[in-house]
């Protein structure tokens, strides 16, 4: 049967690259609230989240093979609505796809860990230590346990060359307005290139269907959110300047300090997760 791939958040930062890569794995359908912000060249429909009954109208109307199911609210935005799209949401998903044998790809969150036990592995219990985490591992949980076929990718820090990442562009309106900028520079993390996640969803989606539970896919370089934050200010030309300034984020309290992940299961299916300095220099080789 050929690929038809139903993906949610399609016009979130990672659809803007997943739906144009999708394309080459099968047919997709893109949904959001309003169809019309949905990317290019999916096909798109309107879908609230929030609407259970619409949830499962949309899903038995497209019938597709599989469920990238990538939306998500991001903490500043409401709690009740996080609570919504991230956990009761995605139970929602799990229990459509369960009833008609929908493969179902969770994008799911390291905000699940606290950063205090790291590295971890791909079946690490997680500990959440914000709403925004245990929103994530609710919705984890939900559809693991709904439907225990599916896979939850845990990711990290989501950057892609050629599209501002918003915490970039939040550095960005920062200086732009004259304000100080703080860079941790003990803070870990592994981001990951905006494409190669991508395809890692779509084979999941796709081509490693009997793979289920939770895994990791973060990118293979561990760096300090300063190290990353200047490598992609640096990447949009965005001059830094006296008004930056590197601190220790241990003060910080409920920061995640440590989000070191081990990315086996992924490794051992093939899937290659570059780090942002060979992502970085292969661009490089490219344009230049
Ligand atoms: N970005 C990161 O660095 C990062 C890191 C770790 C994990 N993740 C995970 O990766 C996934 C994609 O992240 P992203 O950065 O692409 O997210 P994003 O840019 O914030 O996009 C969120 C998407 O969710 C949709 N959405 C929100 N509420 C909705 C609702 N009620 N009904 C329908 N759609 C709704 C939005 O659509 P509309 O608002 O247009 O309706 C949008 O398409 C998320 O699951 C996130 O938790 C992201």
Excluded at 85 to 109: D, K, M, P, Q, Y
Excluded at 244 to 271: F, N, P, T, Y
Aim: glycine share 8%; aromatic share 4%.
């Amino acid at each position: 049967m050929p690929n038809k791939i139903l993906i949610t958040g399609a016009s979130g930062y990672l659809a803007h690259r997943l739906i144009p890569i999708a394309t080459g794995y099968g047919e997709v359908v893109g949904t959001a609230r309003k169809a019309e912000s949905v990317y290019q060249p999916a096909d798109a429909l309107s879908l609230d989240l929030l609407d259970a009954d619409a949830i499962k109208r949309v899903v038995e109307k497209v019938r597709p093979t599989a469920i990238i199911h990538a939306a998500a609210i991001n903490p500043g935005c409401g709690d009740e609505m996080m609570v919504g799209v991230n956990h009761h949401a995605s139970a929602t998903l799990a229990e459509v796809a369960s009833r008609l044998g929908i493969r179902l790809v969770f994008v799911s969150s390291e905000s699940g860990y606290s950063g205090n036990a790291a590295p971890y592995s791909d079946h690490a219990i997680p500990d959440p230590s914000n709403l925004y985490g245990t929103s994530k591992v609710a919705g984890e949980q939900a559809v693991l346990s709904i439907l225990p076929e599916s896979v939850a990718v845990r990711t990290s820090l989501i950057y892609g060359l050629d599209k501002i990442d918003r915490g970039t562009q939040g550095f960005r309106e920062r200086l732009k307005r004259g304000e100080p900028l703080t860079l941790f520079d003990d803070v870990l993390r592994q981001p990951v290139w905006v494409d190669s996640l991508s395809h890692a969803l779509c084979r999941l989606a796709t081509e490693f269907t009997d793979i289920t539970g939770t895994m990791n896919v973060v990118g293979d370089e561990v760096m300090s959110r300063a190290v990353f934050g200047l490598a992609m200010m640096k990447h949009w030309c965005i001059e830094a300047g006296d008004n930056v300034s590197l601190v220790s984020g241990a003060e910080i309290k409920g920061m995640q300090m440590d989000l070191r992940c081990s990315c086996e299961r992924a490794k051992a299916l093939g899937i290659t997760l570059p780090g942002v300095s060979e992502v970085l220099a292969l661009h490089h080789s490219d344009t230049h």
